[in-house]
T-cell receptor
Framework: DGGITQSPKYLFRKEGQNVTLSCEQN?????MYWYRQDPGQGLRLIYY???????QKGDIAEGYSVSREKKESFPLTVTSAQKNPTAFYLC????????????FGPGTRLTVT | GIQVEQSPPDLILQEGANSTLRCNFS?????LQWFHQNPWGQLINLFY???GTKQNGRLSATTVATERYSLLYISSSQTTDSGVYFC????????FGQGTRLTINP
C-alpha cells in the first residue's frame, strides 16, 4: 500500500526536551513537507525539501529542524527553542516541489507540558 | 502577503441538504486543492483543480482562476461529510485558508 506514515500518533514531552517526529513515504515522491496546525486554524508550513540533502525554511521554521538523508524519510525535530510546541503536526509529499498534488500523512499530536 | 478566505466559517445542515463552500484568494494561482479533514485529523484529498469544473460522486468543484475564487459543492449531504473543508491555492507552495466547519445532523 502506497502512502505516508507518521509516528507516533500521540506524543507527550516535558518542556525543555527536544523531540523528533517521524515521516516516511513510499510514493517515490521527491518533495516532502512539514506543517503545523493549531486548534481551529489552517495549516502553516514549517519546512520543505525538494530533494535529498536539501531543505528550505517555510513560514514558521523557528524552533524546528529537519534532515533529508533518504528520499523516503523527512524527520522533524521540535527543539526546546520552540515557544509553543503543542500542536498537530502533519507531513506531506508531492511528486515534485511547486507542482503536483500534495498528499498528507495522518499526523502526530504533540503535547508539551 | 497572499490571502485565502473561506466562507462560511461554520455551516450546520440536515442530512440530505446541499451546500456550497467558497474560497477566495488574493492572487492568480498555479493550482488549487480542496481537502476534507475528518474528526481524527486526517486530510483527505478531494480535488486538484487549477481551473474549470470537476465532479466526484456527490462532490464537485469549480475554480474560476481569472476571478480568483473556487467553489466546492456537496449534494445530498451525509453525516460522514462532517468535518472541516480546506482550500489551498498554490503559488510557490500551498497556502491554506482557515477552513469551513461543516456539521451534518441526522
Amino acid at each position: 500500500d502506497g502512502g505516508i506514515t507518521q509516528s507516533p500518533k500521540y506524543l507527550f514531552r516535558k518542556e525543555g526536551q527536544n523531540v523528533t517526529l517521524s515521516c516516511e513515504q513510499n510514493l517515490n515522491h521527491d518533495a516532502m513537507y512539514w506543517y503545523r496546525q493549531d486548534p481551529g486554524q489552517g495549516l502553516r508550513l514549517i519546512y520543505y525539501s525538494q530533494i535529498v540533502n536539501d531543505f528550505q525554511k517555510g513560514d514558521i521554521a523557528e524552533g524546528y529542524s529537519v534532515s533529508r538523508e533518504k528520499k523516503e524519510s523527512f524527520p522533524l525535530t521540535v527543539t526546546s527553542a520552540q515557544k509553543n510546541p503543542t500542536a498537530f503536526y502533519l507531513c506531506a509529499s508531492s511528486l515534485i516541489q511547486g507542482a503536483g498534488e500534495q498528499y498528507f500523512g495522518p499526523g502526530t499530536r504533540l503535547t508539551v507540558t | 502577503g497572499i490571502q485565502v478566505e473561506q466562507s462560511p466559517p461554520d455551516l450546520i445542515l440536515q442530512e440530505g441538504a446541499n451546500s456550497t463552500l467558497r474560497c477566495n484568494f488574493s492572487d492568480s494561482v498555479n493550482n488549487l486543492q480542496w481537502f476534507h479533514q475528518n474528526p481524527w485529523g486526517q486530510l483527505i484529498n478531494l480535488f486538484y483543480i487549477p481551473s474549470g469544473t470537476k465532479q466526484n460522486g456527490r462532490l464537485s468543484a469549480t475554480t474560476v482562476a481569472t476571478e480568483r475564487y473556487s467553489l466546492l459543492y456537496i449534494s445530498s449531504s451525509q453525516t460522514t461529510d462532517s468535518g472541516v473543508y480546506f482550500c489551498a491555492p498554490r503559488w510557490e507552495k500551498l497556502v491554506f485558508g482557515q477552513g469551513t466547519r461543516l456539521t451534518i445532523n441526522p
